[in-house]
């Protein structure tokens, strides 16, 4: 498959351009932490970690900085709703 199909079927672009944006779409984002003692709670990505598949994460409940895999450990929080309050 080429790269025109695979974009076209919402495949993931591993391209290094691919990876920056994906980088930077997840620096400062919202996230919720999926494993380990604060599994279900809320933070925020700081940006990536020390090694090529880690992130570090900041949860809102401590001054800790968290070294997780992304969608392994957390992921992306979505704010589906207009008003954050209704949701």
């Given at each position: ?36 003692q604060l599994k279900g709670q809320e933070g925020v990505c700081l ?9 570090a994460v900041s949860p809102d409940s401590t001054n800790e900085i ?22």
């Amino acid at each position: 498959m080429d790269y025109e199909s695979s974009q076209r079927y919402g495949l993931p672009d591993h391209s290094a351009e691919g990876q920056r944006g994906r980088h930077a779409k997840l620096e400062g984002a919202r996230v919720l932490i999926l494993t380990g003692q604060l599994k279900g709670q809320e933070g925020v990505c700081l940006g990536k970690g020390s090694a090529d598949n880690l992130w570090a994460v900041s949860p809102d409940s401590t001054n800790e900085i968290l070294s997780l895999v992304f969608e392994k450990d957390f992921a992306l929080l979505v704010d589906l709703s207009a008003n954050p309050t209704q949701n």
